[in-house]
């Protein structure tokens, strides 16, 4: 079974106490693919699963977000 991540707030960056966001809805994960269209070239696509929802959304952030990483391969 896949097991969503979410992701984590520390207490310094956000509030007073750490925050789980989402932990066990979305599953947030790196691609291997730069995002060619940023010119500063530190952006990468992730991928968001969302639990009960086929499918997935593809976005571009910012390679200093810690995401979680799953090794996958194309299935023929």
């Known amino acids: 079974d896949l097991q969503f991540g979410g992701f984590y707030i520390?207490?310094?960056?956000?509030?007073?106490?750490?925050i789980d966001f989402y932990a066990g809805v979305y599953g947030f994960y790196w691609t291997a693919t730069t995002d060619e269209t940023k010119s500063e070239n530190n952006f990468a696509f992730c991928r968001k699963i969302v639990y009960n929802k086929s499918g997935y959304e593809q976005k571009s952030i910012a390679k200093g977000h810690l995401l979680n990483v799953r090794c996958v391969r194309d299935v023929k």
């Open 10 to 18: 520390t207490a310094e960056s956000y509030s007073q106490q750490p």
